[in-house]
């Protein structure tokens, strides 16, 4: 079976998901406040709320390397997560969306976060 290969009249730099992607990261860097609600799919966030924070992370822009590890590039700013789940609370051994949505923020630079949940 050959490899797959990206289609050569796509320019990757221009291409509708390179738009999006720095739509997204624009929103972020000029808001003071972001304010996300989520629900919990299968004890996780919905996969295309996933592939966006998967755009949202991106090098050099909203964080960059050190001989530290990692440090956000986005910092003063506050994340409130309000997730609706079929029962588990934040905090019990089936939350998986508090944590990882916590770390991906602090990678971003992000660390005053509030986390609310309905179930």
């Not at 079976?1 to 992607?21: C, E, R, V, W």
């Not at 530290?68 to 309000?82: E, N, Q, R, Y």
Request: aromatic share 14%; net charge positive.
């Amino acid at each position: 079976m050959p490899a797959l290969k990206a289609p050569q009249h796509l320019d990757f730099n221009t291409s509708g998901y390179k738009i999006y992607q720095k739509f997204l990261i624009a929103e972020i860097q000029a808001a003071n406040t972001i304010a996300i609600g989520i629900p919990a799919y299968n004890f996780s966030a919905p996969a295309p709320f996933k592939a966006q924070m998967d755009l949202v992370a991106r090098p050099s822009v909203t964080f960059t390397y050190t001989d530290k590890g990692p440090k956000g590039l986005l910092d003063g700013k506050k994340v409130i997560i309000v997730a609706a789940s079929s029962g588990e609370p934040f905090g019990s051994n089936f939350d998986f969306i508090r944590p990882h949505k916590t770390f991906f923020f602090k990678l971003i630079g992000i660390n005053d976060s509030e986390n609310q949940c309905s179930y």
